[in-house]
């Protein structure tokens, strides 16, 4: 079965501080990607970052890296200098090549507090 | 924005009613998703059509009703919901299916109330 947790529901950060959220996900797949979305409230889900399963470099944009394990199917998402437009809920995800359907997990709800 | 546009962003309709939830996307992509959102559970998809026809259709009840008249639009008629049909609906396009496609753009939901 193909499954994503996210086991942190809430969680909270003091401005321009660092937070990681925690995904683990479960695939017999060996290629796919990997992915972390954002949902602010009341707006749009939009892609924060990308990870491809066959590239051992962790992916980075800007504030956002991740900290990629395939063999421990870990997939955390650090967030660094955190900023009040940080707070979200935070959705991992991926894809295999195999199949066609991303699969979600039940999200995080990241706020930042001044 | 996203490209991915969806009317109404709210609504709230009786179990006898029958009402379209609507998604346009303006970025050329030839996949578009219906996913459903309930709090603390992961997205549930609905549907996905690819190149305007539909490829996958996960069990939803026949209470929902796809359509995809053009590669740019995307509709889900709604007849005779249930309370616990109340969620946000969100609509995604990518360039190509699945894994080709590697990134999904989503609209910003119709929070549906059923009353």
């Known amino acids: 079965a193909q499954t994503v947790t996210q086991s942190q529901p809430e969680m909270s950060v003091q401005e321009a501080e660092t937070v990681t959220l925690s995904c683990t996900y479960d695939?017999?797949?060996?290629?796919?990607?990997l992915f972390w979305y954002k949902q602010p409230p009341s707006r749009q889900m939009i892609l924060v970052i990308r990870q491809e399963a066959y590239k051992q470099q962790n992916a980075t944009e800007n504030r956002f890296s991740v900290n990629f394990q395939k063999a421990a199917k870990s997939f955390s998402l650090k967030i660094s200098d955190s900023q009040l437009g940080d707070t979200a809920m935070y959705f991992c995800?991926?894809?295999?090549?195999?199949?066609?359907?991303?699969?979600f997990g039940t999200g995080t709800s990241l706020t930042v507090i001044p | 924005e996203t490209g991915v546009t969806q009317t109404p962003r709210h609504l709230v309709m009786g179990m006898t009613n029958k009402k379209s939830l609507k998604c346009e996307q303006h970025l050329g992509h030839n996949a578009m998703y219906w996913y459903k959102q309930s709090a603390k559970k992961p997205l549930e998809l609905m549907f996905v059509?690819?190149?305007?026809?539909?490829?996958e259709n996960n069990s939803v009840p026949s209470r929902f009703s796809p359509e995809c008249p053009n590669s740019s639009h995307l509709f889900l008629h709604l007849h005779t919901l249930q309370p616990e049909d109340s969620a946000l609906y969100l609509c995604?396009?990518?360039?190509?299916?699945?894994?080709?496609?590697?990134?999904?753009?989503f609209g910003p939901g119709t929070r549906l109330t059923v009353l």
């Open positions: 695939t017999s797949e060996n290629n796919y990607y």
């Open positions: 995604a396009s990518s360039q190509a299916w699945g894994f080709k496609s590697n990134e999904q753009f």
């Open positions: 059509y690819s190149l305007e026809e539909r490829v």
């Open positions: 995800a991926f894809v295999t090549n195999t199949g066609n359907q991303f699969y």
